[in-house]
């Protein structure tokens, strides 16, 4: 990533990437060393980020 670059950017990267994960980039959940950040967070050197993707479910 460049500097500069977003948790959001990044999302759209992995999903240009990978596009059956998901694909709207904004529906993903993130979070970056543990904690979760809105889409326009900066991203740093060695950030750790988690994408997450909508989840559904409970019990019948």
């Known amino acids: 990533m ?8 990044a999302g759209r ?3 240009e990437l990978h ?9 993903l959940m ?3 060393n543990d904690e979760y ?6 991203l740093h050197d060695n950030d750790e980020i ?3 993707p909508p989840v559904s479910g409970g019990l019948f």
């Open 19 to 27: 596009p059956s994960i998901i694909q709207e980039a904004s529906r």
């Open 50 to 52: 988690a994408l997450i």
């Open 30 to 32: 993130v979070a970056v």
């Open 13 to 15: 990267r992995v999903l």
């Open 2 to 9: 460049d500097d500069g670059s977003t948790i959001g950017d």
């Open 37 to 42: 950040h809105d889409h326009d967070y900066v």
